[in-house]
Structures are given as structure tokens and as C-alpha cells.
């Protein structure tokens, strides 16, 4: 594993904790974690419970006993690991979003399609396609519960912005985040929403903003934040996103369903709000981060008289991912999605499942992401993805 | 009264049961109800309690005997009757959208802004800001509760049009309507909005939508709908609307808000969901018309372990317009909405009340209602209000 | 119309609202309201609009100008107007709880009974049933939606006197209310449970309480409560029930059901939340009055993964009552209930319905409130509904 | 480790978790997993993580290289294991209820009290008091945010036996569980009403109720049930317990507050409804183990106007146990009470914590299942805690 913040605990926890549930065709190891400062890196890799440490992730993605690498670092890194990894024969695991360009993002897709030639897999982690609510939401669009797709609302809702006296960290940094709100929290609302309805967005139009441009510089870090400095630095990224999307149209014609779309760090309140609304012409789902385990479904076939929105608990042992938890009821958490990601992964390397998100998925909303920023950029006219 | 459908209904609710509750400086009485059929007219009159019909709006308001006009015709006459019978020196009350172009909504404030000065009032019927808890809102808001405001998030949902085979109505045709989703119910988010922030909207970038274009005519109307006959006629107003805006910035500087609207008719699951959520620095409200008893308050003020949206039921005697009703937690309909437009109107007609919202209001949310429809044809592009 | 309090004011619009909406076999008219004091009557027959006031129950009933007797006074005095209404061949409409005492409620049942001979209706105002979402649950249930019930837990929990400082009202006096807080609210969830299963109550082992003993006396009169004066006095019922409950079994045999009931004016936070829950061998409902527009129905025949409690709001056309009312999705309120009532009355009186609940209904549960109370005297014993 | 069943999966968890988040006084190593059947041992010790497995606890708790012994078979083996544990100065985590009988539960309180003279813990496995919502509402009632307590509701509802035809388990034979429903899942509503208000239930009026009384025995199991066989079974405890308690008055005097408590498998929809509502003078609070990151609040302390009950997302990193996890708003699960649970057993054996709950607490909870079970017998009669 390559990086030592925030994303490689929730990482390191689904390695550990993915064996210990899941009945997986191989049995993977914790073997090496790979961090720029030593002192950090083994404290982390100590913590994690990782057999070694390197402060060179050059020579570690070349090293025999290593079958599978895993990103956790910032956006700008991303392409170079990832590719170096790939050409080594190694499968690869990527953060998202994929790479902090799209050109870098492109590289990594050409690098992952050549590499699978050779059996290797590449995937990029959007693990909330795997909070089982949203793959059952996917299920429930597949099977077609829901008819024709009209509207589609996503939004990825949080507030750790909203005091204007919060302190920079570098997911506010433009070298090195890539984009702000819209890469970091927007492209999952991207994802989740192609994910569940099997659709690509193929045109936007939107906004990004800065609200707050220039805040104290970051004392000591804690979690994803931190005490504030008494310097100031410049906020270089998008904390407010909005735009609208048009998706493809179904196979065989009809209309091709619009998307409206928000990613904000200013939604007072909102914690961890990832929500998304489906509006089909036969039913809907809604969805919220913030309630995991729930899905809302409304069936428009029963009778008028008994129709409404049903808080579906996704915990029974039919539901995606859930059989080796715990009985109905039993509550999952955030972290579960990387025990799930961990296990399609490995499926995947033994053949017995797809590598899903690929870096072709990654790369997609990588343009989506690009394109917004084009539209912002042309005053909000409707731009293409590409 | 002139007008006999379903919102002549729910005003003369409004004209019967004001003065059963509250202490009115002056006492309505429910003099003539005018209706271009006099069958219909009668039949509406007898069940509503108007003492007489006319089937002649227009010797109507030069009535001695007739001090206040309510119109609840469609849209697109209401700006002939309101300067009509704002020059015979009536009150009037006009169903909102004010009119169905810029020009006759300028026509009408012009003519209210003359008879004013001659203690003449003019109202225009957005009775959702007269729903107490969105009054309290707005409350809240001028208060300070929520801080410096970023963002605004505005949605009105139906889904009376989700059935491909629902049929035809004279809402979905531009010549009587005006405009579809976007004047019927986009107006009513628009408002709303600005009623409850105290701001304007100055530029919107939107898009207009008519996602099923072709219906079965109307057989027999019932309700806002009816049957389908064997005919098909073509909607010719959008049906689905979003737009993004930008409000004033706040007298003395800092950021100009960020909206995000949507009308639609296709939110499957969502009967009469006009939400709203605005977020500031310290604080945000929560607002779902499915649920108009409740207002959702987020102080962020107090210890951040403390802090979450709390479910404030807004009934209460010390709320807005809540004393002469029920004892708390006795909840209201969406009917109290027209009692209170009652009471206002005549609180500004005896001088002890402002005439709000205006005409001057309404021709702003038409203006709004047209920059969006600009923006929709130029491909989206940002677009003034004027 | 005797009495002239705030049940005075819900009725009257109901009597005032219903003919408005409904299409009714009878028009009534709003003739005579009864008061002990000539100027209180006379302001609130104004108010409300009754044509004339008396002092005189008594001369009232008597009148052959009027047919019906709607009886809104405290419980003390139900018995007497009502028996010598229904000797004078008046339809009587009485307020909830029938009496004070098992032995009054006795007395007014046979005096209903003898005059349903000669074609007089009598009816008790529990109307809560009368709620759409209440109703419906009972369709729901008489359709066997939920298949054999196992549990049902009623409660009716508001917090007004949870300020040990509130002042007394006559509810707090055994001699005018004749019981607390188990004849005021618990009877509502007593005969709402009895009128959503269909079955009775016929064992109950429960405790009466009165957690604040003393409290100032009644200041002046406002709403439901009032200022407190600086004199003292005793509370001399009940404040808070707690009740298990035994229903009959099924026809054919099976399970008894099994119930829980609360009635408390001590739960902090709740203002006025009737809730019903009701578990079924293949569903369940839940109700809160609070969101009186919902109703939650869990069907457990669906398969697994979709099952979940979906909140139907019970707006459509289809619903009971619904139809004469607004489109889909427009709100009711609490005083909605009363024109329902009026409707179901008068429809009794022209023989097209059935006077429900009946005065036999409300000695039932006057019976049950009566068990309630000895198994209290008795340590909490289960005891028979007698 | 003694014990290889469901509850051993989540114990195993705990252990294997809580290092990598918490910074621990000690370091645990998962020794030991002893199991009646040597092939389901070691393939739990494989899945799980455990070095090495037995058959015979008697042996594994006198090992002088094991320091704990953590019990998770079914209550009826507890005394015996807990005794010979504490016996041989190991600490001791105990999974609830403590023992089957009275007389059990005081030999175990009896050894852990002789045991605790030499510095050994012994704690009993009431998880739920580690959910963070449920230990942060203790810490708002012990901060008097509720003032005088009044009224405490608490339930556990599940359906997993609303289904006649669903199998018996070793849960539902006496010999084994003890109890039924009251033992189970009554035991943490007890557990967790006392945990919370600080306070004891000192006398109980109850109802034991066995709905379906005979059962398909159990053909292979899966999870907490399994596959139906064609011969039918006995159960032989109760499904269903209903009980009213009164708690100790408050130190200094004032009202000895109300309990009223279900539980129950056959609330149809309620998969692990674990729910507590406490109504204070001041406050309230309301808690669902369905929801289990969220606490409801009411502060009756703010203005009228601004009432009403806030959910608060116990995730915030000053909030109990959250500072280690993640970021706000990132929801925990089921299973991290478990981690919780290794932490304060750990604190509590290196002195930097108390050993809570103690077997003295589980000794109570197991007095209060016995006194319900006497007033059951006892027709329902309010029946003292001893």
C-alpha cells in the first residue's frame, strides 16, 4: 500500500477485516506500506498491522513477493504509481479520483487495458458503489423496477467548510487535490449516480466557486482537518459544484434522462450527505450516505391507494455483500464498503469476478469532471464530455 | 370571486373560515362569484356560499357594492382583470404566476403601483409563504439565526405527469398556461426563496424540458387531472425545469448566494414536495411542504456535539399565525395557507399590514421565470433578470 | 350546540366546513349554541357563527326547530343533556369519553338504544377514526393485509404539564373531567385501537399515576391551558396510565392479542402524538398523529429484499374521505376530522351510513377506562372489562 | 476465547479491531478459541484469527499464558466457566444475561467480588452501552440536560419470529437460553434504561406471553435461524414480555420514575429495534439501535418557538469512543460496540478504567428477568427487584 493518511486506515481495514468474513479465492497478505516519511510509515504500517515498511514506492512496486498495490495517496501521484505498478505486472488498486488531469487519467486507462492483456487488474475505488443500499439500488434499476429513467439527482453534502475560519490542508490545494469539492466528493456523486443506472453522463453544464478563497494555513493536522495557523493561504480549488448533466438515452431511443448534480462543503449540517434520487416512470429510490444501511423504494404498480416510499433496510442475507455480516437489522458501517472493495478485487485477480470501476470508469469521470470545469469556464453553456 | 375551479375552491375556504378565528379589522363578505358559464358558476357559488353569480367580470368590478376582486382564472387573464379592476378602485387579490408574459406582469405593477396611491392594494397569491412554518423561516433568517447565507436549494416536485398516458390539461398548454412546470410550480420555489432569504435573484442558467410531448386529451377533468380521451394533443410547455441562480450579495459585501432550483412533474413518488434548504454560516433550515407542520433548524452555534437538525413542529401559539388556531401539535392543512392570505390582505387593505407580496414581487418572479427560459435557449448560458 | 369551550370551535367548523366539500344528503343548519354565560355564549355564536344563543339546555333540547343536540361540555354533564335530547327525539352528537362513569355511559346507552326505535341516531366523537390515514389502516386490516394480529401498542403522549409549575385547568378535576390523562387521551387510543383491529378489549392490568400533585390555580384561561395564579391547588387525577391489554381472539380461535397503552401528559419533546402500532403474522401498520397524513405499512408477503415500512400519504382520491378535498399530496389538518364526522352523522341521520361509534362504543370503552382503574386499586392485577 | 457461535464472530472482531484504532495499555493476542466440537473450532479459529483452538475450557482457563477469558456460549454454561475462570485469576468478559437463574448469577457476582480483592475484572457483555449515541445520552442525563426524570419507555422489538413456521432455535428451548424474549433481547432494554438514567428498577408488573407455542425444529442452521425440518417442536419460553417497572426516586426525594418496556419477535418490520425514550423536566431524549448514530434531543431549555427534537449524529471526534474512527459523518455499525467493549476491558484490567458493566450489574439485570417472571405467574401483579 502506497500512502500513510486518512484513506490507508479505511484501506488497511478492509484488508484485515475481508478474510475474517468473506470466503475469498486467495488469501491476501498486509506486506508492505510505502510512505515518504519512515518514522511515519512505520508507525502507520505498526498501527495497521502491515509486515514492513519503505519510504520508495519505485522499488516496492517491482519487488517479486508483491502481487497487488494499493494507492492511497493525493490525486498528483496517482498516474505515475499506477502505471509503473501496471507495467510491473502488478494488479492495482487506485483511490479516486483516478489521476488530477485528464491526460494523466488517459495514460493510467491505456497502461490498466494493456496490462489486462496479461491478466492484470486494475480498478479505481469508488467504494460506495459498495455500501450494499447502493448495489441494491443498482439490482433494484436492472431489473427494471423503475421503467424509463427520467431525473436523476445526485449530491454529495458536507459542511467541514462552512466556517470561513476553518484551515487550509491540501485537499484545498490545487497541485495537489486536482479539483476541490467537484474532484473530491462530486466525482462520487458521479459515479454512484452512472453506477446505479448503468448511464454516462455525455453533457453538463455548471458552476464551480470558491466561497471562501483564502483561509488560515493548517497548524497540526487532525483527521481530515486540523487547527489553524495564524498565516493565510489561498483556497485554489471549487468548494461549491453545481451542474446539470444529460445522459444517455436508453438502447432502442426514448428520452435520455437529465441529471442535476451538487457538491458542496458548505451545506451546514450535512455531515457526510451523499444522496441520490432516481425518478423512473414505473418507481424511484433515494438514497443518503448518512443512512447507509436504508433504501428508499417507490413502487408506482401497486394500487394508488397503497403506494409510498418503503425504508428498506439493506441487511438481509440476500442483499448485496451481506450474507457473511451480521442478522437482519445488524447495522454496517462505512468502513464495510473497503471490506467489499477488497473482495471484488480479489475476485477479479482469481478470475471469478470484473474489475469494476476500471480505469476506463475512473477516466470517464475524470472528462466529466473536466467538462464541468470547461462549462464553468464558457459562463455555463452545455459542454460535452469527452 | 372571479374564477370557479380548483383554486376558487380553496380561496373561498379562505374568505369562510378567516373570520371564524381571527379578529379581523374588517368582515368579509362573499358577495359574487363569476364564472364564464353561469351553470357552473351557480353550481360553484351554491357550494361554496357566494351569495350571487355573474357570468361579466367586467361589470363586476365596477360594483359599488364590491370593495376586493379575487382572481383565480388561469394566467393568461389575469392582467385584463386585475388593471381593470384595480383602476375601478378594487382591492385585488391575483393568483400567482402574476400573468403569463414579462409585459402584461409590467402592465399590472405599473397599475397597482397608481392605485396605490390611492390606498388601493394589490396582492399576488403565493399563499405557500403564509404555510407558518415558512413564515417562521423567514423569521429565522432575519434574525440572524443563520448567519452570512451560501447557498440556496429550491425544489418543487410532482409527479402527477410521471404516467406517459396521464392526459392533457389546460396547465400543459402554453396558450393558457403561460408556461408549464416552471410558472405553475417553479414559481412558487422562486418565491419562496427569496420570500424566506430576503434576497433577489439576479442571473439564473437553466434549462426547460418537456420530457413527454405528446397526451391523450382530456375527457372529463377531475381534480387537476381527469380521463384520457382516444384523441392525443401536443404539450406545449416544458414539464420538467432546472436552474441554478444567483442571488444579491448581502448589503455591505460578501458572497452572493448560490440557488439551485427544479420544477418538475416527473419525481416519481413526490405528490407536493416544494422543499427548501438553505444553508449559512451558522445555522440552516429545512423546509418540505409533505410535511408543512415542521420546519427543520440546524444551530450551529451550540457545542458540536449538540448540533442536529432538530424537527420543530411550528404550532405553537407563539408562531406565526398559529395563536387563534389549535392547542400545539394540532396540526394545519394546506388550506390555513388561504385564511392567512385572508387576514393579510385585510390587514393592508385597513392599513394595519403591508400588502405582500406584491405585484412588484410578482413581475420579479416572472421576470425570473423568463430569464430562465433566455438561458434555455441559449444553450444554457448564465442570464440577467430583467 | 351545548357548550361553548374549544370543542365548541372544532365542531362548529366542522358543521360550518362539511356541506362546503361534501355532497350531503341533509343541509344542517348552525342554529342555536347553549352556554351558562349569556355574553360568552353570544361571542362565540358569533364568532362561530350560530344564529342564535340561549342559556338553556334544557328549552333547547325541547325546541322542534331543532334536530340535532351536538354536546361539546366537559364529561360531568353528558348524561343528562343527552338522555333527555334523546327522549326529545334529537340526534345527539357527544364528545369523547361518552361519561364519567360506567354507570352514566350504561344509562346513556339504553337511552340510545330505545330511541334508535323510533329512528333517532346517537354518536360519540371519537374523531380520530375519522383521520384518512386512521381509517385506511382499518380497511387495511378488515382486508386482511395484516394477516392474524399478534401486538398492538397505542399511546397517546403529549407534554403539557411536564412544567411541574403549569397551572390547573378543570381536565386536572376528577369532579368535572372524571379522569386524567386515561379519559382525555387514553380513551382516544383505546377506541383507536379497537376501531383499526375490529376486536375489543377484554382484560387490562395497568397503573394510574399523578407525577405532579399540586399546582398553582388557574390565572386566566388560554387555549388548553393558561397563566398561573399565585394560589395552589390539588390535581385529583390521573396524569399519567400505563396499561397492558387483552383482546378478544379471533373468530375460529388463535391468538389473543396482546396490547400496550400509554397516556401520558409528561412526554417531553411530544405535543400531541397518537401513535398505534400493530403487528401482524404478515404486516404491520403504524400511525402518529402528529404526521397525520402518513400512514406506515409494512407488507411482509413481498420478498424480503424489498420489504420495508413505506409511508403512504393518505391524500389520493381513493382514500377514505379524501376525495372532495384537494389534489394528491395538499395536506390535511387536525380539524379536517370534525367535517368527517359531520358527514358520517348526517349520513347516519338520512340512512345512507351507520351511526358509528356508537354510544355503545363509548360505554365500552368507558368500561375498559373503569378496569383500568381497579386494576390500578388492585396492584396492577389483570382484571375484567365488565 | 469459549464459544465458536455468532456471538463469537463479533467478539473476535472487537478484538481484532480495537488495536488498530485505539491506543491500548495493553496489547491483546488472540490466543485461544475453545469449541464442543473440535472441526467447527478450528475452522472458527482459522476464519477468525485465533492462534491455536481446544475442546476442553476447563484446561485453557487454568493456562498460565492466557490472561482473559471471554465467554460467548449459551447462558447456561456462564456460572460454571466464569467461576473456574475468576477462580484461576483470569479476567473475565461474560456475555449476557449473565447466567439462566438467580442463583447462578450470585455465585458469579460472589466470585468476581472475591476475584476483584486481587486486582481480577470481570465484566458482563451488555455491547449496546458502547454504541457512541447510547453512551453519549448517559452523559446528557448525567449532565441533568433531562432534569427530573419522569418517564422511561424502552423496547426490543424484532420479527425474526412473526413467521409460525419459522424453525426453532437453542433460543427458544429453556434448558438452554434461560429465557426467551425478556432474557435475550429484554435483558439490554433493562440493561441499557439503567445504563442511561443511572438508575434501578426496584419493583416490575409483567406479562411472559408464548404466541406460537410450536415450531418446526431446526434443520440446518444459518445465522440466528435456519432451514425448517418436518418434525415439530416445543418452545418452551416466552416470545413476547411486556412490563411496567418503577425506578428509584432520585436521591434527596421527588418522583420515582415509570418504566414501561417490551420485548418481542414478533414486532413484523422491527428487524433490531432496540429503542429508549426518557421524558425529563427539561429534556428528552429518544435512541433506536436501527439508527444507531443518531440521538434524538429535545431541550425544552430554548424558547417554545424553537423546539423540538434534533438528531444529533453521534460522530463528532469528542463525542464517546468516535475520536480514533473516522470523520464526522462517517457512520459506525453493529460490531464497533464490540471494539469498544476490548477497550474498557483492557482499561479497566491496566487500572486506567472501571470494569462496567460488573457482574453485579448483570446479577440486577438478572433479579429484574426474575421479578417479571414472578409477576407474570402472578397474574400480572406489581412484584419487588431481589
Not at 500512502?3 to 498486509?30: C, I, T
Not at 510505502?34 to 511515519?40: K, Q
Not at 513477493?65 to 499506477?82: L, M, N, Q, R, Y
Not at 438481509?316 to 473482495?343: D, I, K, N, R, T
Request: proline content about 4%; charged content about 20%.
Amino acid at each position: 500500500m502506497i500512502g500513510s493518511g486518512f484513506m490507508g486506515s479505511a484501506h488497511s481495514q478492509g484488508w484485515r477485516v475481508a478474510p475474517r468474513f468473506f470466503d475469498l479465492p486467495r488469501s491476501p497478505e498486509m506486506a508492505v506500506l510505502v510512505g515518504r516519511d519512515a518514522g511515519r510509515a512505520e508507525a502507520a504500517a505498526s498501527k495497521w498491522g502491515w509486515a514492513e515498511t519503505s519510504t520508495d514506492w519505485r522499488s516496492t512496486v517491482e519487488r517479486d513477493d508483491v502481487d497487488i498495490i494499493d494507492i492511497v495517496t493525493p490525486g498528483d501521484s496517482h498516474a505515475e504509481i499506477a502505471i509503473a505498478a501496471l507495467r510491473a505486472g502488478k494488479h492495482v488498486l487506485c483511490e479516486k479520483p483516478l489521476a488530477n488531469t485528464v491526460a494523466e487519467a488517459e495514460a493510467m486507462a491505456d497502461a490498466a487495458e494493456q496490462a489486462a492483456a496479461n491478466g492484470v487488474v486494475a480498478m479505481v475505488g469508488f467504494t460506495y458503489r459498495r455500501v450494499p443500499a447502493a448495489t441494491f439500488a443498482r439490482d433494484l434499476v436492472a431489473a427494471g423496477r423503475l421503467g424509463a429513467i427520467r431525473q436523476i439527482r445526485a449530491a454529495y453534502r458536507q459542511d467541514w467548510l462552512a466556517d470561513s475560519d476553518g484551515p487550509m490542508t491540501w485537499r484545498l490545494d490545487k497541485e495537489r487535490a486536482g479539483s476541490g469539492a467537484l474532484g473530491d466528493i462530486g466525482a462520487h456523486a458521479i459515479d454512484l449516480a452512472e453506477f446505479i443506472t448503468g448511464l454516462r453522463l455525455e453533457r453538463v453544464a455548471g458552476t464551480l466557486e470558491t466561497i471562501v478563497s483564502e483561509r488560515p494555513l493548517l497548524g497540526e493536522g487532525i483527521g481530515l482537518s486540523g487547527t489553524a495557523s495564524t498565516e493565510r493561504g489561498q483556497v485554489t480549488v471549487d468548494d461549491v459544484a453545481l451542474f446539470q448533466g444529460r445522459f444517455t438515452a436508453p438502447d432502442g431511443g426514448g428520452f435520455a434522462p437529465l441529471g442535476s448534480f451538487e457538491a458542496t462543503r458548505f451545506a451546514t449540517g450535512r455531515k457526510n450527505a451523499l444522496t441520490i434520487e432516481i425518478s423512473g416512470e414505473t418507481g424511484a429510490i433515494a438514497f443518503d450516505l448518512e443512512r447507509l444501511n436504508e433504501l428508499q423504494f417507490f413502487d408506482a404498480t401497486v394500487p394508488a391507494t397503497e403506494q409510498g416510499f418503503r425504508t428498506i433496510f439493506v441487511t438481509e442475507p440476500e442483499h448485496p455483500y451481506l450474507a457473511p455480516w451480521w442478522p437482519a437489522g445488524h447495522m454496517l458501517g462505512y468502513e464495510h464498503g473497503f471490506s467489499h472493495q477488497v473482495v471484488d478485487l480479489i475476485d477479479a485477480i482469481a478470475g471469478t469476478g470484473e474489475a469494476s470501476p476500471s480505469f476506463g470508469d475512473g477516466l470517464h469521470v475524470q472528462r466529466v469532471l473536466d467538462a464541468v470545469g470547461r462549462s464553468s469556464n464558457a459562463d455555463g453553456v452545455w459542454t460535452p464530455v469527452h
